[in-house]
């Protein structure tokens, strides 16, 4: 049975399907005019050019910049006063609420210890 299928397959490509006697001729396409002259495009003012001398003058004056409060990359600074036991998160708890911004007093303070904090001493410390 495999064997039936197999040959009428090589016979349909060996010796092609008959034609079909049914199908109606195909039509030749009509012929494609061509246009003599291409469509004329929009037609637009003619645009006046200012001459040179009539342009407007260039502001040449700078309005003045406004100093700035604080140099670039620190932050405005306030102080606070060590009390007896504070720590940098201490500071921080009683200031902010919480001890998560301990390590900008630290960094606002480079030459300070934060284990030898004196009472009285005046650190740095940022704006809230």
């Not at 006046?48 to 604080?70: H, V, W």
């Not at 140099?71 to 201490?90: H, I, L, M, N, W």
Request: hydrophobic residues 30%.
């Amino acid at each position: 049975m495999r064997y039936i299928w197999i040959l009428s397959i090589a016979a349909a490509f060996l010796f092609g399907c008959p034609p079909q006697q049914n199908q109606p001729q195909a039509q030749p396409h009509p012929p494609i005019k061509k246009a003599d002259a291409p469509a004329p495009g929009p037609s637009y003012p003619p645009v006046a050019s200012q001459p040179a001398d009539q342009s407007p003058p260039l502001r040449t004056e700078l309005s003045p910049i406004p100093p700035a409060t604080q140099p670039a990359g620190q932050q405005a600074k306030r102080t606070y006063t060590v009390e007896k036991d504070d720590t940098f998160y201490s500071i921080s708890r009683k200031l902010f609420g919480s001890d998560r911004r301990a390590k900008e007093i630290q960094a606002m303070n480079p030459g300070v210890d934060p284990t030898k904090l004196k009472i009285g001493q005046t650190i740095n410390v940022p704006q809230p």
